[in-house]
């Protein structure tokens, strides 16, 4: 289908599908056993400019929407969601500073973004802060002209590799989710360390890792907007970067399609391509259908977002839940067409299969997406 890109748009998804086929196909399937981040392809990235998409000019980017970056992700993720996820965990750790930072921070901190110098990654989550994502428990108390901050984030995509973390912690214990507020942590700042790093079903290139805070002592202006305003923040965060998530599970679903349709027109049964018995036909057109349509909700939505920007939370959630979905759905189905083959390591499906399940789970789970579509509904029709 005709999305009507111009010509900048084309451009992104020509760059991008020139670092897939040309850097992240060849060596995918041996990141994937290795678990190795996938460093050179980052400096790839941003060598083609890459991070500079979600980046306003001002500060050296391309200034691009939620549709620029939908575009990019799409198709790095029809390549590997693990490098995919890499690049979208930098867009998803800069966004506060981009959202509410002060002037200062913008200037620190987004020229490098956009040229690919340093990355950035999102400190949210908590061992008992996954959903429920004001009940974290780190802290960051004043001290002088300093901000000390205490606890341990789980789960960090890009931990341990990016150099610059927007932190949520408690600055007012009493005040629940109004007492929460952001900051910028860089590698190297006194008292901030890496911790565990994961071994992960799926999206192994990926870095998992732990960040801990022992009286990491930052600068009062690393506060991002004015305290109190984190989670607002976080929430508005997670609303601009959940359409990137959806078009991750957009890419693989369209990859895993490739797959089977190709494998079905060559694998002979009965003395015919599969791909002429009506059974297969009909996975196959439910899979192409499925991925056309969260395509077009996904852009639909980024689309939305980019002009409406104060009405973002529906539509984020909607497309995150449908594209998601339909990845996993997408890409178990490409196994069973491949069979026994799908199964092997030989072939790239299981792998995309079991990198489609952390779609459903990280950004905030589908559950918890639909809650959000389910509040907004019942605000709507009130
Ligand atoms: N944009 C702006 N503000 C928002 C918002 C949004 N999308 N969603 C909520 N808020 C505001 C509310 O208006 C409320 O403000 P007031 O204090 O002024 O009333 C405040 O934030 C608290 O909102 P709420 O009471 O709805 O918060 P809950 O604690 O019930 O949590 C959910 C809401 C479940 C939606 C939230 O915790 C969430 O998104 N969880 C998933 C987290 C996640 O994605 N984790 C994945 C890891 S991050 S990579």
Known sequence: MDHFLDETQQMIVETAQEITREKILPVRAELDESGE?????????????????????QYGGLGGGCFEIVLAMEQLAMGCVGIATSFAASALGIFPVILAGSEELKQQYLPDIATGRRWAAFGLTEANAGSDAAGIRTTAVEDGDCWVLNGTKQWITNGGESQIYSIVAITDPNKGARGASIFVVEEGDPGFSYGKKENKMGIRASATRELVMRDCRIPKSRMVGRRGTGFITVMKTLDLSRPGIASLGVGLAQAALDEAVAYAKQRVQFERPIIAFQAVQHMLADMAIQTEAARSLVYAAARHIDQHPKDMSKVSSMCKVFATDTAMKVTTDAVQVLGGYGYMKEYPVEKMMRDAKILQIYEGTNQIQRNVVGQELNKEYS
Do not use: S
């Open 37 to 57: 981040f996938p460093r050179e392809i980052l400096q790839d990235m941003a060598k083609a400019d890459l991070f500079g998409i979600f980046v306003p000019e």
